[in-house]
């Protein structure tokens, strides 16, 4: 495999034996999905992709999983690239102490909390409804675009200050981005949902891939799954740079990509 920076492209195989032939130091953005440690496998009906979210060797197994996978993104980002890593209730804690050991407490830049509405209920807990992604920097240069928001008002009056806009929702004004996004999940109905278990929406990673990244840079997913951050990162104007260990995942993610027009 070429050295030279990719415009685009997915391969097949298990991360932690790939990286080594990936090119170093030049990824600004990875972003990394991986298995939940859900303890089930997690599959779509019928034919479709599938993965096993199960680990015989308890949390041991899976902690060791996501150090290695971790280590072995570290090296190829830029000098001041970011590595976002998406997980839930079950392991994002573990995540943050894996990461503030790789790039120091320092390297945090933040944790988004992806706020969304499913079904579901418990008569024992509260309902666990989001997820955690946490942002962690090479460097200290790193790139941050900072992008605005509609916040929908109550009531006009009280706002003589301030410019206020309308739409189909009502009156709104812009403001900076928080690090909740409220963006609803997929569900099998949606005509973007391609059949990929766990699959994300599409304005999450346009979001964190705005943020983050400039025109060109290239966009890193060691776990694409049906390459939702790649089409991303095209829509956006990114390269980008997939592996899944999959064969029916990247089939989708290729398909996808072929079909995102810019």
Known sequence: MS??????????????????TLPRG???????????????????????????????GGPAEYLSFLRRM????????????VIALHLDWRAAHHGRLEL?????????????IWSYKTGGLSKRWLGRKHDSIHVFAAGRDYTFNLIREKSYLAHRYGYSNVEIHEDE???YTWTALRDVWDIPALRGNQLEYAGYPTQKPLALLKRL???????????L??????????????????????????KAAVGLALQRLSEAKL
């Open 3 to 20: 050295k030279a920076r990719p415009t685009g492209e997915v391969i097949e195989g298990d991360f932690l034996d790939v990286a080594a």
């Open 26 to 56: 030049t990824a600004a953005l990875a972003y990394i999905d991986p298995p939940f440690f859900s303890g089930r496998k997690r599959s779509n009906r019928g034919d479709g992709p599938s993965y096993d979210d199960r680990w015989p």
């Open 70 to 81: 971790l280590e072995a993104v570290k090296p190829l980002l830029t000098p001041n690239g």
């Open 100 to 112: 503030e050991r790789l790039f120091t407490p320092q390297g945090f830049v933040n944790e988004i």
């Open 169 to 171: 929702g009502g009156a």
């Open 209 to 219: 891939v705005e943020c983050f990244t400039r025109p060109g840079d290239l966009v």
């Open 221 to 246: 997913d060691p776990c694409c799954g049906s390459g939702t951050a790649l089409v991303a990162a095209k829509l956006l104007g990114r390269s980008w740079l997939g592996v899944d260990a999959g």
